[in-house]
T-cell receptor, first 111, second 113 residues
Framework: GEDVEQSLFLSVREGDSSVINCTYT??????LYWYKQEPGAGLQLLTY?????DMKQDQRLTVLLNKKDKHLSLRIADTQTGDSAIYFC???????????FGKGTMLLVSP | NAGVTQTPKFQVLKTGQSMTLQCAQD?????MYWYRQDPGMGLRLIYY???????DKGEVPNGYNVSRLNKREFSLRLESAAPSQTSVYFC????????????FGPGTRLTVT
């Protein structure tokens, strides 16, 4: 069955780059997603990548996908205190509308 | 566009009481979902509805029922609340394939005593 794994916690200093990692097991994954959850709020879609792509860049965010190793990463450049949140990785399988989510990585950015 | 809205924001129930969580979306999405979020467990899918008139069980459906009232609204009912159902509940809706990206409501924080 499918499973999505993430490290639980990451701490960085303001201005540094943050890299949040995710691994997934299902080789049928078609899209992979990154969501952000701020305290007391719902999940906000940050970006997604199609499984036949290696990289996607969107302003300060860079998503890298290594399909051979089933490894996904989210890099946040020039991390700000407002980036402190929980980040969720998720995958979808071709033909199914449901997503499988990881347990989330808490990013703490200190001044 | 309000996106996905949920009511209420907070609720406290006694064991055995019933209640319905309401969800509505104004994005004309076909698919809607209910999740629960617990510390250390991530998001777990309770039920989903791929289209108006259909519903399917997710990972943790026991103790819950759902109704897809129309294309906009998808409600979650707890018939006899238990302390194990203390959680934060999120409703979501999704765009059509192939991307299926989901959009989430702000959540309902439920405490069962």
């Amino acid at each position: 069955g499918e499973d999505v794994e993430q490290s639980l916690f990451l701490s960085v200093r303001e201005g540094d780059s943050s890299v949040i990692n995710c691994t997934y097991t299902d080789s049928s994954s078609t899209y992979l997603y990154w969501y952000k959850q701020e305290p007391g709020a719902g999940l906000q879609l940050l970006t997604y990548i199609f499984s036949n792509m290696d990289m996607k860049q969107d302003q300060r965010l860079t998503v890298l996908l290594n399909k051979k190793d089933k490894h996904l990463s989210l890099r946040i450049a020039d991390t700000q205190t407002g980036d402190s949140a929980i980040y969720f990785c998720a995958e979808s399988i071709s033909g199914y509308s449901t997503l499988t989510f990881g347990k989330g990585t808490m990013l703490l950015v200190s001044p | 566009n309000a996106g996905v809205t949920q009511t209420p924001k907070f609720q406290v129930l006694k064991t055995g009481q019933s209640m319905t969580l309401q969800c509505a979306q104004d994005m004309n999405h076909n698919s809607m979902y209910w999740y629960r979020q617990d510390p250390g467990m991530g998001l777990r899918l309770i039920y989903y509805s791929a289209s108006e008139g259909t519903t399917d069980k997710g990972e943790v459906p026991n103790g819950y029922n759902v109704s897809r009232l129309n294309k906009r609204e998808f409600s979650l009912r707890l018939e006899s609340a238990a302390p194990s159902q203390t959680s934060v509940y999120f409703c979501a809706s999704s765009a059509e394939g192939p991307t299926y990206e989901q959009y989430f409501g702000p959540g309902t924080r439920l405490t069962v005593t």
